[in-house]
């Protein structure tokens, strides 16, 4: 399929909205100039560490009993962990481009993986950082749409790496070797001042390279080891034509999906033993990391933040890897603190977004916050009593891809219920509560509309309170990507992802 001239318009003019929302908000940002230490105490160095695609629910140290990640449940028992983090787009370059802000998608113009940068003027963490002195610099991923302004980046290099035949690796992991090395080496010299370091580890990313190379229906793959059990929302209590159309179609928006389509129960355990694996993979690379600082004149003066840009559908509602689906398992991150002046073994169940993370660290080291975020410093949460004013809310939005369609979708959720928003159509509101693996959606439920009545408001009062251009954004669908009877394993055919890059390979998209 070719990419039509309607699809590329609608795709221009949502961009464009988008981006001009997030010109007007850049324009009103904090000058630079503005930006200092606000008192002379020593500054405290930050190491910033992070994983890509990992789930909250496939981390040892909250819970998860079939996944080995020893270094990060280390980090855990010696920092304090936040168990009800949710990140802005549940896709790596618009989340990226959110926590290096400290604003949602929808402020900072970045609206899928083909996207413009942000705005020039808009500041960044870097910025902020380099600004107060510090030296700022960052290894491994970028994918950042200019939100990684006011770093020094090293390369992404690819280094050969030895792999099992049963989990292959690509570009993912061997980037990882290369950035694991770099961290290495600057954590061993002498540091005559504070730095801001920044890690972005791939895995278990490479788990996307993994269903390509495991497409469709297989038997077993030898060495592939023990298989984890499938988790307990891997069949939902309600039927596909109870989700929205994006939900009941995913197999045909998203390559992953596409792939895995027709995959039985067999070959979506061994999905989850391989998604582990490279979970592991991650958590080695972690540990060198942290030995290394350990090792270095900053071991007792640096403080350690732990979180990924999103998490894995992990087989929940038979859904693989990530893309505009809200669950738990793909927006709910890790997010952990450990190091001076922050309280050990403990833990938070308060809301919090990836966006607080410029305003918290920001607040840790005395620097003036830019006016206008979407995030807070969760630094008073840290006293164990919650500010009388902390948001009863979190968001999550979604607008495109790789604009093949475009299905511009939000999540509220409250502490507990969650609700999305399709603008194609379709709705879902959870009670989290009560049935914390989302297996049955109450929006079509006559007993639950009083509760839908007031979810709907509470989502408007955010539109309006955050300038959210949700209502006013376009839809496009091919009707050729939704032309079966609904649910994955009747998918026939190729899938838009698949003909993005059959257009890109053919140079007719740019």
Same mark, same amino acid.
């Given at each position: 399929?070719?990419?039509?001239?309607?699809?590329?318009?609608?795709?221009?003019?949502?961009?464009?909205?988008? *981006?001009?929302?997030?010109?007007?908000?850049?324009?009103?940002?904090?000058?630079?100039?503005?930006?200092?230490?606000?008192?002379?105490?020593?500054?405290?160095?930050?190491?910033?560490?992070?994983?890509?695609?990992?789930?909250?629910?496939?981390?040892?140290?909250?819970?998860?009993?079939?996944?080995?990640?020893?270094?990060?449940?280390?980090?855990?028992?010696?920092?304090?962990?936040?168990?009800?983090?949710?990140?802005?787009?549940?896709?790596?370059?618009?989340?990226?481009?959110?926590?290096?802000?400290?604003?949602?998608?929808?402020?900072?113009?970045?609206?899928?993986?083909?996207?413009?940068?942000?705005? &020039?003027?808009?500041?960044?963490?870097?910025?902020?950082?380099?600004?107060?002195?510090?030296?700022?610099?960052?290894?491994?991923?970028?994918?950042?749409?200019?939100?990684?302004? #006011?770093? /020094?980046?090293? &390369?992404?290099?690819?280094?050969?790496?030895?792999?099992?035949?049963?989990?292959?690796?690509?570009?993912?992991?061997?980037? /990882?070797?290369?950035?694991?090395?770099?961290?290495? &080496?600057?954590?061993?010299?002498?540091?005559?001042?504070?730095?801001?370091?920044?890690?972005?580890?791939?895995?278990?990313?490479?788990?996307?390279?993994?269903?390509?190379?495991?497409? #469709?229906?297989?038997?077993?793959?030898?060495?592939?080891?023990?298989?984890?059990?499938?988790?307990?929302?891997?069949?939902?209590?309600?039927?596909? *034509?109870?989700?929205?159309?994006?939900?009941?179609?995913?197999?045909? *928006?998203?390559?992953?999906?596409?792939?895995?389509?027709?995959?039985?129960?067999?070959?979506?355990?061994?999905? =989850?033993?391989?998604?582990?694996?490279?979970?592991?993979?991650?958590?080695?690379?972690?540990?060198?990391?942290?030995?290394?600082?350990?090792?270095?004149?900053?071991?007792?003066?640096?403080?350690?933040?732990?979180?990924?840009?999103?998490?894995?559908?992990?087989?929940?509602?038979?859904?693989?890897?990530?893309?505009?689906?809200?669950?738990?398992?793909?927006?709910?991150?890790?997010?952990?603190?450990?190091?001076?002046?922050?309280?050990?073994?403990?833990?938070?169940?308060? =809301?919090?977004?990836?966006?607080?993370?410029?305003?918290? =660290?920001?607040?840790?080291?005395?620097?003036?916050?830019?006016?206008?975020? $979407?995030?807070?410093?969760?630094?008073?949460?840290?006293?164990?009593?919650?500010?009388?004013?902390?948001?009863?809310?979190?968001?999550?939005?979604?607008?495109?891809?790789?604009?093949?369609?475009?299905?511009?979708?939000?999540?509220?959720?409250?502490?507990?219920?969650?609700?999305?928003?399709?603008?194609?159509? #379709?709705?879902?509101?959870?009670?989290?509560?009560?049935?914390?693996?989302?297996?049955?959606?109450?929006?079509?439920?006559? *007993?639950?509309?009083?509760?839908?009545?007031?979810?709907?408001?509470?989502?408007?009062? $955010?539109?309006?309170?955050?300038?959210?251009?949700?209502?006013?954004?376009?839809?496009?669908? /091919?009707?050729?990507?939704?032309?079966?009877?609904?649910?994955?394993?009747?998918?026939? #055919?190729?899938?838009?992802?698949?003909?993005?890059?059959?257009?890109?390979?053919?140079?007719?998209?740019?």
């Amino acid at each position: 399929m070719s990419i039509s001239r309607r699809n590329f318009i609608k795709s221009i003019a949502g961009a464009a909205a988008t *981006t001009t929302a997030a010109s007007a908000i850049a324009s009103n940002s904090s000058s630079l100039s503005n930006t200092k230490q606000r008192t002379n105490e020593k500054p405290k160095n930050i190491l910033i560490i992070t994983a890509d695609q990992l789930s909250r629910h496939a981390v040892g140290g909250y819970g998860n009993k079939d996944v080995q990640t020893p270094s990060i449940d280390q980090l855990i028992r010696k920092g304090t962990r936040f168990n009800s983090a949710y990140c802005a787009y549940p896709l790596c370059g618009p989340s990226r481009a959110s926590f290096w802000t400290g604003r949602l998608p929808h402020q900072n113009g970045v609206h899928g993986n083909n996207s413009p940068d942000i705005p &020039e003027t808009m500041t960044t963490l870097g910025e902020l950082f380099s600004e107060a002195g510090y030296e700022a610099v960052h290894f491994g991923k970028r994918h950042d749409f200019g939100s990684l302004k #006011g770093f /020094d980046c090293s &390369e992404q290099v690819e280094i050969d790496l030895e792999a099992p035949a049963a989990f292959p690796v690509n570009y993912d992991s061997r980037e /990882d070797v290369y950035a694991e090395q770099k961290s290495v &080496e600057y954590l061993a010299k002498k540091h005559d001042k504070p730095f801001i370091m920044a890690v972005d580890f791939n895995n278990p990313h490479n788990i996307c390279g993994w269903v390509g190379a495991f497409a #469709g229906p297989h038997n077993d793959i030898p060495g592939i080891g023990p298989l984890p059990p499938l988790r307990d929302n891997f069949e939902n209590q309600d039927e596909i *034509t109870d989700r929205p159309p994006a939900i009941q179609y995913m197999c045909c *928006t998203h390559h992953r999906m596409h792939q895995a389509a027709h995959w039985n129960e067999l070959n979506y355990r061994q999905y =989850l033993a391989a998604y582990y694996h490279y979970t592991k993979m991650g958590d080695d690379s972690i540990s060198k990391v942290l030995n290394a600082l350990q090792q270095s004149d900053a071991a007792d003066n640096t403080l350690v933040v732990f979180f990924s840009d999103h998490g894995d559908g992990m087989g929940s509602h038979r859904l693989v890897t990530k893309f505009n689906y809200f669950y738990e398992e793909t927006t709910n991150v890790p997010f952990v603190l450990a190091g001076p002046g922050i309280p050990v073994g403990k833990q938070n169940d308060e =809301l919090v977004s990836l966006c607080d993370l410029v305003p918290t =660290l920001c607040d840790y080291a005395n620097i003036e916050v830019p006016d206008g975020l $979407y995030g807070r410093s969760v630094l008073p949460l840290l006293t164990g009593e919650t500010p009388a004013d902390w948001r009863d809310a979190v968001v999550s939005q979604w607008y495109t891809s790789r604009e093949m369609t475009i299905e511009p979708a939000r999540m509220y959720r409250t502490k507990t219920h969650k609700y999305t928003v399709y603008q194609e159509g #379709g709705e879902e509101l959870f009670d989290i509560v009560n049935d914390p693996g989302e297996t049955r959606n109450l929006a079509s439920d006559p *007993t639950a509309k009083a509760l839908l009545d007031h979810y709907r408001k509470a989502f408007a009062t $955010y539109t309006q309170q955050w300038v959210d251009p949700f209502k006013a954004l376009a839809v496009y669908v /091919d009707e050729e990507w939704r032309d079966h009877e609904p649910g994955y394993t009747n998918h026939e #055919g190729a899938c838009a992802i698949d003909a993005y890059l059959e257009a890109k390979a053919a140079g007719s998209h740019t």
